[in-house]
């Protein structure tokens, strides 16, 4: 018998409809067997009613009365699929975050995971019920409601598997599967049968938004086996996975990942000095603006060409951080452009495989297209390039890498 | 320094508009010198909304889910006011009934306060918090949440100004208080500036709707004082308290209540015979229908006249009960009559003043309304006339009594 925790996400529980038809999944998967304890997102709408209701009462409301509000959109949905399962003579339980009891630090609509208390949760699963849990949101020491912000149900589940030693967390989703890279940019990409967290984060992190991040670390970190599924259509989906678990002879990239939400800052002709990067970075950061790639050159007469990335959003109030020390900075040119955008291949198999970068940069070439910054970590090279040739670049990796799917005939 | 219970109903706080509204109010209490207790109900028309929500998923919802979706209700309530207290600079602190703790039996939808823990509500009163508590929910011994059903949310302000020990208990309605009547009737009827539980309860269960007849009894039993006013128009309301504050020199009559609920089942010539009353009541009890007046006399021939009142929904139910043991009580014949009406007096100062009835009686006689039967209790005395009588009644008594508001110039 498997113990098997499930969670759906506001999409899958948008409707009466669709509430039983996530009863009907979850009541065949126990009947198949298995244990399952459920996690539930708010019907999808039901949180931004609930913030414009706050928002019209105060313009920033108190984070501990915000948690108090929200934590009732996934106590609805929990109440309406245990009456679904009950109705269809499925014994359920449902329980808010503060029940199970799901303990959390003290930061409002922030809150972190601190312990999971799995008594009453395992006493239901043996007495044969489904249980039907809050996700979001947990209590503090005080006893008070916390959120653990957007997104924070896929945080629950894995919690849950983490705390009830699950034999696989389940995410049920609007794709199913994670992909080689987004099909609607290369109509050949594939679903990944596995992949690794470590893999999985670096995709997450570059605009994958199948998985939040904090719950693939989460996964990671108590070896969850994490497996991604879409609600409503049968198929195995993705399975997410320590790095040994994987097959040695899989491909060396296993994705590529791409986003237009970049944008680049080039500071020209500071002197190149130690602690230049420093200097320039510094009223960034202190701006609260958050810096992705990094590359500095020594430009001609001893000056240096420093090159980053920020959001899209941020790239003027970066512009501006930078130009109110430009004196300190020797008042260098600055540029900013925002037509630019970055891939990423992804994959453990770049370990083990020397050539991948030089591969890479030869298909980009042979496209005629220019590379603008690189970055490369362990499992991972990122490039930048002009934004039009974004779906051209895409395409021509992924059949480089060999990812596309066998041509249909 | 003096601690208030308040409460405000759904319609009080049904919109943004009017949460604000009942936050300035709240503060203004406690700017004056007053430690505040707020309990509040769900926004108009959400418990209306959920239930709908509910009966969508299943015709008979699970009791103990239907409870874990109904609080969510208050609990959007106590979060909002609590945003808009603390947007005008005043701390203030939301509590569900598990939070508090307010525990309750097992009984869901019609859960019943145990006990109540005030260690929380009193250390931040002291802290110089506003508290808001959710109404109309508690939690039982295992940690499930629990309702108290429609009208709870009085009950939990009773319970809490017991708990707390308050100096008074008030309740904020759409009525500026407790009336000798319905001044929809009777223009001129007046409001009580004082009645005691007794009346009001008798006052309660004919149908003066203003306050649950739960809270009352609850409120009788541990002495709180309750006070019911107008939540948008300034006023002392009408204070309901023990007997013996009452001034001796009140009115023999405090109200007039009347009812268009009945109907009356007349049993003409069943036999005489000790037990024919149980033999009649039985089968209607059976049908769990409630009866209210019983009035039986001799007729001729030794047979038995037996006239009862059911609430006038259950008329036909219980004439079938009837009829199914007609064999049994001598096939009596049924006569069945809704066109009528119950008109009660109510008042402690009747204990020591003679000649209400006789009083009733002669007022009624002068209008020529004939009275079809007759009730009395140690403060009530009930008669049932025909419909058509039922304003021309009231009015008649209500000046008969001297209950009638001075004339205007």
């Excluded at 086996?225 to 040994?244: A, Y």
């Excluded at 591969?359 to 499992?379: R, W």
Aim: glycine share 8%.
């Amino acid at each position: 018998m498997a113990l098997i925790v499930q969670k759906y996400g506001g999409t899958s529980v948008g409707s009466v409809e669709r509430i039983q038809a996530v009863a009907e999944k979850v009541a065949r998967f126990q009947a198949e067997g298995n244990q399952v304890v459920v996690v539930v997102s708010a019907m999808s709408g039901e949180t931004n009613r609930l913030i414009a209701l706050a928002k019209e009462i105060a313009d920033e409301p108190s984070p501990r009365e915000m948690d108090v509000l929200l934590s009732t959109g996934e106590q609805c949905t929990i109440a309406l699929l245990c009456m679904a399962l009950e109705n269809m003579g499925v014994p359920a339980r449902s329980y808010t975050g503060g029940q199970v009891r799901i303990l959390t630090d003290h930061s409002h609509m922030k809150a972190r995971i601190e312990a999971i208390d799995d008594a009453r949760v395992r006493a239901d699963l043996d007495a044969g019920r489904i249980v039907v849990v809050a996700g979001f949101q947990g209590v503090d020491h005080d006893g008070s409601i916390t959120t653990l912000g957007r997104g924070g149900s896929d945080t629950t589940a894995v919690a849950l598997a983490a705390a009830l030693k699950a034999d696989e967390c389940q995410i049920y989703t609007d794709v199913d599967g994670v992909y080689t890279t987004d099909p609607r940019v290369v109509p050949r990409a594939q679903r990944l049968e596995k992949v690794t967290f470590e893999e999985m984060l670096e995709l997450a992190s570059l605009g994958s938004k199948v998985l939040q991040i904090r719950a693939v670390e989460f996964a990671g970190k108590y070896s969850v086996p994490l497996r991604v599924l879409h609600s409503f259509k049968d198929g195995p989906g993705t399975l997410i996975t320590v790095d040994d678990e994987v097959d040695m002879e899989q491909p060396v990239i296993s994705g590529i990942a791409f986003s237009r939400d970049e944008a680049k800052i080039i500071v020209r002709g500071a002197p190149d000095t130690p602690g230049i990067a420093y200097k320039i970075l510094g009223p960034v950061g202190a701006a609260n603006i958050e810096v992705d790639m990094i590359v500095q050159n020594v430009g001609k007469d001893g000056a240096a060409d420093f090159t980053f990335t920020v959001n899209r959003n941020d790239v003027k109030r970066a512009r501006q951080a930078l130009e109110a020390e430009s004196a300190n900075l020797g008042n260098p040119e600055l540029i900013a452009d925002d037509k630019i955008a970055k891939i990423s291949l992804v994959g453990v198999g770049m370990r083990s495989h020397a050539g991948v970068a030089s591969k890479m940069f030869g298909a980009l070439a042979e496209e005629g297209i220019n590379i603008e910054m690189i970055s490369t970590s362990e499992i991972k090279i990122s490039v930048v390039i002009a934004e039009k040739y974004l779906e051209l670049a895409v395409r021509a990796l992924h059949s480089a890498f060999g990812l596309d799917a066998p041509a249909e005939d």
